[in-house]
């Protein structure tokens, strides 16, 4: 990986560390539903992007790169979901979400430079 995929990685990484913390507060009954889910989605965006780079061919790093993006939207909605149940406050999901765009902006890059290269 170069620097620009490790700043990309660490961003992975603080998010998913961040999601985890705020769903210490949510209702309890929430544990096999949001809490649970969000949590999944969180992580398999890193998980998916580690295991992307592991891989040889460009088209399945391709694929582990796209599967990450769709968890990425998959817990922004939940971030979402869980401010509009009042699980979270406007400042925390502000903070969730700042760090979601920043790396659903340097990950679109990442797999638009990857098509790219299949296409020349």
Do not use: C
């Amino acid at each position: 990986m170069n620097e620009y995929q490790e700043n990309l990685k660490q961003k992975m990484d603080n998010y998913v560390h961040y999601i985890y913390r705020l769903t210490k507060k949510f209702p309890r009954d929430e544990l096999f539903g949001s809490i649970s889910q969000i949590k999944r989605a969180a992580l398999s965006i890193i998980i998916n992007y580690i295991e992307g780079y592991a891989r040889i061919r460009s088209s399945i790093r391709l694929n582990f790169l796209e599967t990450s993006y769709g968890s990425l939207q998959e817990s922004k909605y939940l971030l979402y979901f869980s401010l509009f149940e009042n699980y979270i406050n406007i400042d925390e999901y502000e903070i969730g979400i700042k760090l979601a765009e920043e790396i659903a902006k340097m990950l679109w890059t990442e797999i638009n430079n990857l098509n790219k290269s299949f296409n020349k």
